[in-house]
């Protein structure tokens, strides 16, 4: 009787372990007409994108962004971590600004810097 080969048979497990970070924070001064439309939201001078782990601090950030600044909120995904505000250019560099502060200071997260384009 022939023996039997064995052959390990190697199993990767994968698990999402967010840590607490801004990843982007970005400012779309002046965005072209298609973007608002894509994203369903009134062109209202510029937009500010982030994106952020854990995902639910998506609500967080909106909340800060909101209140620090004449912006408003033109998306909020608390299952992907995105927020988008709308407003004028000054307007979202502030409010993203005060976002990527208070979560540095306060909940200790990682933050990038607010770039612009």
Do not use: N, W
Not at 55 to 68: G, L, R
Not at 91 to 117: D, I, K, M, Y
């Amino acid at each position: 009787m022939a023996e039997k080969e064995l052959t390990s048979v190697s199993r990767v497990i994968e698990e999402s372990v967010p840590g607490k970070q801004v990843t982007i924070a970005h400012v779309i001064a002046s965005p072209v007409p298609e973007v608002y439309e894509c994203l369903g939201i009134d062109a209202a001078g510029a937009i500010g994108i982030l994106t952020l782990s854990p995902f639910e601090t998506a609500i967080i950030a909106a909340d800060i962004a909101a209140k620090a600044a004449d912006v408003e909120v033109g998306f909020l995904d608390r299952f992907t971590g995105s927020v988008v505000i709308a407003g004028d250019v000054q307007s979202v560099e502030t409010a993203l600004a005060s976002v990527c502060r208070t979560l540095e200071t306060v909940l200790g997260f990682a933050v990038t810097p607010v770039t612009r384009t």
